[in-house]
């Protein structure tokens, strides 16, 4: 009898499993099919929510994040799932995106302290960056924020920044562009940019220039371990934090590229800390070494570091990715080149006479600079374009609701696109697509104005976290522009396609290949008069299309 009944038993087993697994999957897909009807971003499949659609547009992706904020109308914000599982689908695997500014100002002033960088980001960047002023909340970033913001108040800071980016410009910068002038060769523009933020940033953070743009370009150790070292922990973000943390434990693939660029990273900084000791100057790790933490000590080596590592990264990247999308622009729009060249030439003719040799001797000075209204605007305005850190995330601490009703549990995600914001005809309207200095200028175009409402362009962050090297940025990228500009003009080389990298950094994917052409600075010497209006002009795409 008992085997009969085991015989039956076993017999209906495959058709009971068969049955719960199809109940469970039935009643997986009602809770689904319930989650996606709650949410209002791009398509989501089961499982794997709306990663697949991250995949198919990861060459386009910034566009694809303003397609889909651009298609919920007014409220340019939408709710999406990246793991649609039971218990985690409303928390740990919910995306919301944003380019609405006043979720923006909520996220970013309002209620800071509940939108923090979070674990996820911090672990990922510890190993470059340490508990630095980009990599920490709380107290320990209050506490560099404070000391920093004194010192990049100072006039003196700016004047460093002045004196460092002349330097190299004239003695590196301007005999490169004139050797690839004579020999008609052409040149990777972003490079140069690349090697020369690079050089100023270390020169003024340390004191210390690795001279990366000299000539012949040669390859630097320092900068390859710090690029390879900065690639390898943006891969952290490709997958999920227990993958790079098993490579990690093995010592394989990016892991262990990582770890071999830190160690040369260390050895450098190690050195430039020791060589600041013996011999401070008035660069920011001299500036840092003479002040104290919260309990009155000296910051230790460690610190030090960490502090230093995180300005040069803030400080290359941005300004020459800026840069390299500027004459681009330039190079499309040849009306606002003329009209920059025509206010560099109106500001010499004043400082310097009409002897166009005088103009060339030296790099513009810190009060020419500051002269240079229609420079900036073109410069705010290739920011709202292309910004150079296209998006970034924080983490939610409690659960909140966004000004545009929009519920944010807590232990989810904000991803705010910055790149979204300057390109949505309800925030900048109809003319959004253009590329138009003008509407940074004052009415009769003598004074640079910001955008009223600050959370339309936060190309600089905003809030309490407002880049403070604002100012600095500005003015190192109108000293390189106006010195590129003042004695040479760029065209792109045919074929070549600008594209835009898939990175934390707008880089441009296949760099910037220009053949360098001297500029006749004959036809400046008269009065300035106005550049020619070529007609509204709106950018061209610079991203794949979808795979």
């Not at 740990?92 to 509940?114: K, M, S, Y």
């Not at 230790?300 to 570091?305: A, F, G, K, S, T």
């Not at 924080?394 to 000004?403: C, F, G, N, R, T």
């Not at 006749?520 to 950018?539: R, S």
Request: hydrophobic share 45%.
């Amino acid at each position: 009898m008992a085997t009969v009944l085991d015989a039956g038993v076993l017999h209906s087993h495959p058709y009971a499993v068969a049955a719960a697994a199809a109940a469970l999957v039935s009643a997986y897909m009602v809770w689904f099919w319930a989650l996606t009807r709650r949410l209002s971003g791009p398509r989501m499949w089961p499982l794997v929510g709306s990663l697949p659609g991250v995949v198919l547009n990861r060459a386009r992706v910034h566009d694809w994040i303003v397609d889909n904020l651009r298609s919920t109308g007014e409220s340019a914000t939408y709710q999406t799932c990246i793991l649609p599982l039971p218990f985690l689908a409303q928390r740990q695997g919910l995306v919301t995106v944003t380019c609405n500014p006043r979720n923006l100002e909520h996220i970013l002033r309002a209620r800071f302290d509940n939108y923090p960088k979070g674990p996820m980001w911090q672990a990922a960047f510890h190993d470059l960056l340490g508990q630095g002023i980009f990599n920490s909340d709380g107290e320990t970033w209050l506490l560099q924020r404070k000391t920093a913001a004194l010192e990049f108040t100072t006039r003196t800071l700016r004047q460093a920044m002045a004196r460092w980016a002349n330097r190299i410009i004239k003695y590196r910068l301007w005999s490169i562009l004139a050797d690839h002038c004579e020999a008609a060769a052409s040149v990777d523009l972003q490079d140069l940019l690349l090697r020369l933020t690079f050089d100023n940033i270390c020169g003024l953070t340390f004191g210390k220039d690795p001279e990366t743009l000299s000539p012949g370009l040669q390859e630097n150790p320092f900068a390859n371990a710090f690029d390879s070292a900065t690639e390898a922990t943006m891969q952290r973000f490709l997958f999920p934090s227990f993958l790079w943390r098993i490579k990690k434990a093995l010592g394989v693939g990016s892991e262990r590229n990582l770890r071999e660029s830190l160690a040369i990273v260390d050895q450098y900084m190690t050195e430039a800390i020791a060589a600041r000791k013996a011999t401070p100057s008035d660069d920011l790790l001299s500036r840092f070494m003479k002040k104290r933490d919260g309990n009155g000590r000296a910051f230790p080596e460690d610190v030090l570091q960490w502090i230093a590592l995180n300005f040069v990264l803030a400080g290359r990247d941005t300004s020459s990715v800026a840069l390299s999308w500027f004459f681009w622009m330039l190079m499309l729009r040849r009306d606002v080149e003329r009209k920059v060249v025509l206010e560099i030439a109106s500001v010499l003719r004043e400082t310097r006479g009409d002897d166009t040799g005088r103009w060339t001797e030296e790099p513009l000075d810190f009060d020419e600079l500051d002269r240079l209204v229609y420079l900036k605007a073109a410069l705010a305005e290739t920011l709202r374009l292309y910004p150079s850190v296209p998006q970034d995330s924080k983490y939610v601490v409690e659960d909140d609701v966004l000004p545009d009703g929009t519920v944010v549990p807590a232990g989810s995600a904000i991803t705010y696109s910055i790149y979204s914001v300057g390109r949505m005809e309800s925030i900048w309207g109809k003319d959004c697509a253009e590329f138009r200095p003008e509407r940074w200028l004052s009415a009769d175009g003598t004074r640079f104005e910001p955008a009223k409402d600050a959370y339309r362009f936060v190309a600089f962050n905003g809030g309490p976290r407002t880049c403070l090297g604002k100012d600095l940025a500005y003015l190192q990228m109108k000293s390189i522009a106006s010195a590129v500009l003042l004695r040479h003009s760029v065209e792109l080389v045919p074929g070549h396609k600008v594209e835009q990298k898939m990175s934390l950094t707008l880089f441009m994917k296949n760099g910037l290949r220009v053949h360098v052409k001297p500029r006749d600075l004959a036809a400046y010497v008269a009065a300035a008069e106005e550049a020619p209006q070529l007609g509204d002009f709106v950018i061209p795409t610079t991203t794949a299309a979808a795979a």
